[in-house]
């Protein structure tokens, strides 16, 4: 991996970062406002609200990830350049390929891990929207492609990462934007359904392996400088999860559909124990969806 050209200070260019992702969570709560309007059970039900207002909502949240970064972009006159978009090559793809493959395999390597140490689970809010409703599910597949993988990687890999590359290394920036990638998604790991607080030892190895998986994504970018490419590999990424919890929610039995719904049950117990099936590796899957 090259050193990039440095023309900034390390601290203004932190600063900028942080100040990008506040942005961004800023924007995404501002956008997603009219909707807990409609019903304010976005907040406390979402489930009881209709899949069209939900489906709106992640929208909403993710495209205010857009905005903060669109708006960067045009107030320091850069143009969209910047973030290195462009039609991937044959390599690339494969890369993206490859990078699917080593996401997963980072995923069950974690959840190994936190069998072994008797981590408890730390589930993903997303899971609070989505229920036992397998249509849901297909819904945020969508979702994941055309909204959350692109509006996350255009903001953290195409703006802060490549904005940190003025004042740090190729590396560092990878890093320093996976720490800030990490602590965003803090509120989606810190509640439980019933709005108390998560284990810490929970919260804390949720967010140790968002932070890997967006080590993964980084290094993507920055080795092939495509924003194409970790976009893909999110995309897929975060689809085969939700793929497998369609798969337990339609097809599942009682006992697979509320290892997935309770926040305390280890769903990876029963790889261990078992020869591993489709419906086992979902049930440890599902509980560390990265949305």
Request: proline share 4%.
């Amino acid at each position: 991996m090259e050193t990039a050209d440095r023309s900034g200070t390390p601290i203004r260019s932190v600063f900028v970062a942080i100040g990008l992702t506040i942005a961004g969570i800023f924007t995404a709560e501002l956008l997603t406002l009219p909707t807990i309007l409609v019903d304010s059970n976005l907040m406390d039900a979402p489930t009881e609200t209709s899949r069209a207002l939900r489906t709106v909502f992640f929208t909403l949240n993710f495209l205010g990830f857009f905005v903060a970064g669109a708006v960067y972009l045009w107030w320091t006159e850069r143009d969209w350049s910047f973030v290195n978009l462009k039609a991937p090559s044959t390599r690339g793809i494969g890369i993206a390929i490859a990078g699917v493959g080593i996401s997963l395999v980072f995923l069950f390597a974690m959840n190994a891990v936190s069998i072994v140490l008797e981590i408890p689970s730390s589930e993903n809010s997303v899971m609070n929207f989505i229920g036992t409703d397998p249509t849901m599910v297909l819904i945020m597949i969508a979702i994941v492609f055309l909204f959350n993988a692109p509006a996350e990687e255009f903001l953290f890999r195409g703006v802060i990462q490549t904005r940190l590359y003025a004042a740090f290394s190729k590396s560092q920036a990878v890093v320093i934007t996976s720490v800030i990638f990490a602590v965003v998604h803090l509120p989606a790991y810190a509640l439980a359904a019933d709005g108390s607080l998560e284990p810490t030892t929970a919260i804390a190895f949720s967010l140790v392996v968002v932070f890997g998986g967006s080590i993964i994504f980084g290094y993507l970018y920055a080795v092939t400088d495509n924003l194409f490419v970790p976009t893909i590999a999110h995309a897929g990424f975060n689809a085969f999860q939700f793929g497998m919890l369609y798969l337990v929610l339609r097809f599942g039995d009682e006992e697979d559909v509320d290892a997935i719904t309770s926040s305390t049950l280890d769903g990876l117990t029963t790889i261990l124990e078992t020869v591993p099936t489709v419906l086992e590796v979902s049930r440890a899957m599902v509980l560390s969806v990265p949305v």
